[in-house]
């Protein structure tokens, strides 16, 4: 049965997936990050998904941006590349959960950027949403607040948290620059151009390839790659403040890949926290 033209359900569900797809890529990123360093690691992301890029490019030949656009594209990939760096160097030192939770400042940060820059004009339910979301995570982290924080830890806490800033950023100019340029372009541009940027600071700090990740690497290009497609698809169908609280739904994956993958064992906080950030998500459903 298809959805009625003015429902956002499938723009949410699309958010949703990328959210779920970024999430499995942070999970393939940790398990590599043992063997690499942050640069690397966003090389190998950017490099891999570079590939698919081109490819689905290639099948559409969608067309470059107008002249005035580039400059926007520019600012998005700095901001895109010092977020994954700066996300990634703070997988090196935290759990995955805690990563994810301490990100998002990014959802909070575009709300109130799409009311600044794109004059959006959220309404009341986005509010509660994010009022959620931001009490879920507040009760995952409550532990760990009580813990005093050692350096690498406060170290990582403080990466993930700037890289949250940059990607509400990264997150606005997607909302801007998906009204105006084919999400194969977008695609394109976002993955090739931080691998050219990287490619010469990354090769400087060279760790040796093991051939049995290289498998793990083409992963998270493709978990990448589906994550861009999504969230680029749900912008051209909704407004950035009602998009950006989804972002809350990768917190009850990170727990899930975070016990399955690296024996995290999900505790009572956890599932409350997961309860309140579905909650904030369906309200997104209301208008």
């Known amino acids: 049965m298809q959805a009625p033209k003015n429902t956002p359900v499938w723009p949410l569900l699309a958010g949703a997936?990328?959210?779920?797809?970024?999430?499995?890529?942070?999970?393939?990123?940790?398990?590599?990050?043992?063997?690499?360093?942050?640069?690397?690691?966003?090389?190998?992301?950017?490099?891999?998904g570079a590939l698919f890029a081109i490819a689905l490019w290639a099948r559409v030949r969608s067309p470059m941006p107008v002249r005035s656009e580039w400059r926007f594209h520019g600012w998005r990939i700095a901001l895109l590349l010092g977020c994954l760096v700066g996300y990634f160097h703070a997988l090196t030192l935290l759990p995955l959960a805690q990563a994810v939770a301490m990100s998002y400042v990014a959802p909070i940060a575009t709300s109130l950027l799409a009311m600044l820059v794109l004059r959006e004009r959220p309404s009341?339910?986005?509010?509660?949403?994010l009022a959620f979301g931001v009490a879920g995570v507040g009760v995952a982290l409550w532990p760990e607040l009580q813990e005093p924080a050692g350096s690498r830890q406060l170290e990582g806490l403080v990466a993930a948290g700037l890289s949250a800033l940059a990607f509400s950023g990264?997150?606005?100019?997607?909302?801007?620059?998906?009204?105006?340029?084919?999400?194969w372009t977008i695609l394109l541009l976002q993955n090739v151009g931080p691998a050219l940027l990287l490619a010469v600071p990354a090769a400087l700090a060279w760790r040796p390839l093991d051939p049995g990740d290289l498998p793990v690497i083409a992963?998270?290009?493709?978990?990448?790659?589906?994550?861009?497609?999504?969230?680029?698809?749900?912008f051209t169908?909704?407004?950035?403040t009602r998009v950006a609280p989804l972002e809350y739904t990768s917190f009850v994956w990170a727990v899930?890949?975070?016990y399955l993958l690296f024996g995290e064992v999900p505790t009572a906080t956890t599932a409350a926290s997961a309860a309140l950030i579905v909650a904030g998500c369906?309200?997104?459903l209301r208008r």
């Open 17 to 48: 997936l990328a959210m779920a797809s970024f999430v499995s890529m942070d999970a393939t990123v940790k398990s590599l990050a043992p063997r690499y360093d942050a640069l690397q690691l966003a090389f190998f992301r950017f490099a891999s």
């Open 124 to 129: 009341p339910w986005i509010w509660l949403a």
């Open 170 to 183: 990264v997150m606005i100019l997607a909302r801007r620059q998906a009204q105006r340029d084919s999400v």
């Open 219 to 234: 992963l998270t290009g493709a978990f990448a790659t589906v994550g861009l497609l999504s969230l680029t698809w749900a």
């Open 237 to 240: 169908h909704l407004e950035a």
């Open 256 to 258: 899930l890949l975070g």
């Open 282 to 284: 369906l309200l997104l």
